[in-house]
C-alpha cells in the first residue's frame, strides 16, 4: 500500500471503533486501540473479520451509530454466494461512486467511456442472482427489469446452459432495441450468447465498452469473446464485491490492479502474513472514509498473485485474479491449485465450450467439458496427464465430454469446485 495513505487508514481505524460495535469489539479483544496503529506493519494486531461474523452482526453491530437503513443514499446489496456465504450489505451510493472512480484510475478509456455525460444506456447480463430484479421469468417486461441507475438488466435463466433458445433470443433483442453505450456481463455467461448467435443469425455486438464482471473470467469464453467483439470496443475485466464495490479493475495492458485509492488492501498467507511478490495470498480489505458500515481487516475469500508491476506504470498494485478460496483444489502436498491456474492448465483450445472439474477426494477428481467437435481424445490423455502432475499421481481423474454443465445453485457457473477442506 502507497504510504501516504497511512493518514487515511488511521483516520478510518478510529472511525471504526468509536461508532461500530464489531469493531470496537475486535480491538478490545486484543487489548489495541487505533492509536497503536502508527504504520502498515501494526496493522496485524488487529484480528481479521470474517463473513459470517460481519453477517451475525448486520446490522446493528456494523452500521456506524446513528445511520439507519432507511436513508435514500444507502443501497443495499445482497451477494449472489450460497449458503454461508450469502448476506446482506450497504453503503451510501456516493461512497460506493467515490471507490468505482478510484477503480477506473487505472484505466482511462473506460473511465472515458463510463464518465461521458454522453453514456446513458447500459446493459447487465449475469446470473439472476447478481441482478437485483427479478430477470429469470421469461415474461418480464422491460421496464420490470431497469435498475435506479437507468441499467436495464437482461433476462437470464438461473442454469446458464439450460437457457432456453427463446430467452437467448429475448436477451439478444433487447441488446439491439436498448442500443447501450457499455456493457456489463459474466463473461460466460456473454460468450454463451454470442455462440448461439454465431449459429443462428451472427451480427455485431452495440457498445463502446465491456466490462467483464460478476464472475471468473474463463479463458475459453474471453478468448471467444475477444474474437467475435468489434475492433475498437473498449474491453476490461473487473472484480466487484457486494461488500466493497469495485476492488480492481484491468489497465489497458490486461493486467488487474488492486484498488488502493479507495480501499487499504493486505494480500495474506493462510497465517495473515503479507505475500512476497510472486506469491498468492487471500484479499483482506479496510475500507477508507466509509462513513455508514466500515469494514476493518475484512477476509474476502478471493485469492491473488502479487506481480512485480505492469507496463502501464499506474500506482496501483498489479495482479492476478486467481479465483475463490474454497473452491481450489488440494494437491497431494498439501498446496492448493488455485482456479486460475487450473484455467491456464486447460487453456482455450478452439474446440473447447466450456469446463468444470470437480474434485471429490484428494485422490479423485472429474473434468467434464463441452466440445464443438465432440470428444477429443488426444487432449483428454493430455490433460490427465497435466493434472496429475499437479494434483498428484495417485489422483484418479475422469475426463469427459457432455452436452450440459450444470451451474451452482447460486446460478453462476463455477469453473472449479472441491469438496477437500
Partial sequence: MPTD??????????????????????????????????????????????????????????????????????????????????????????????????????????????????????????????????????????????????????????DLYATSTQMLRQAWNEIVDWRPDYLSCDPTRLAHLLRYLDHDDPQDIPGRALVMTYNFAPAFATAYLRRRLPTGMTVANSVTMSECGWVAVSCPHGTLHLNTAELWMELVDADLAPVAVGEVGELVVTSLGEPLSPRVRYLTGDLYQLLDGCPCGHRHPAVRFEGRWRNAPVCSDGSRMSMRELDDLIGAPEHLVSYRFHQHAPDRAELRYMSSTGNVSEWEHSMRDRLRARLGKVCQIVIDVTAFLPAERSGKFVTCTTAVS
Wanted: proline share 8%; aromatic share 6%; charged share 25%.
Fill in 5 to 158: 495513505a497511512l493518514p487515511r487508514l488511521r483516520e478510518a481505524l478510529s472511525y471504526a471503533y468509536h461508532n461500530t460495535k464489531l469493531t470496537r469489539d475486535k480491538f478490545d479483544a486484543v487489548g489495541v486501540l487505533p492509536q497503536n496503529i502508527r504504520d502498515s506493519p501494526d496493522l496485524a494486531m488487529v484480528p481479521a473479520t470474517t463473513r459470517a461474523e460481519y453477517r451475525r452482526e448486520f446490522p446493528a453491530g456494523v452500521l456506524a451509530g446513528g445511520a439507519t437503513l432507511h436513508d435514500p443514499m444507502v443501497v443495499r446489496s445482497r451477494s449472489s454466494g450460497t449458503a454461508y456465504e450469502r448476506l446482506l450489505s450497504a453503503d451510501y451510493s456516493y461512497t460506493l461512486a467515490e471507490r468505482r472512480l478510484g477503480a477506473l484510475a487505472a484505466n482511462p478509456p473506460l473511465l472515458r467511456v463510463l464518465a461521458d455525460p454522453e453514456t446513458r444506456r447500459s446493459v447487465r447480463y449475469a446470473a439472476p442472482n447478481c441482478s437485483d430484479v427479478e430477470c429469470a421469468l421469461p415474461q418480464t417486461t422491460i421496464r420490470d427489469r431497469i435498475l435506479p441507475n437507468g441499467m436495464l438488466v437482461l433476462p437470464a435463466a438461473h
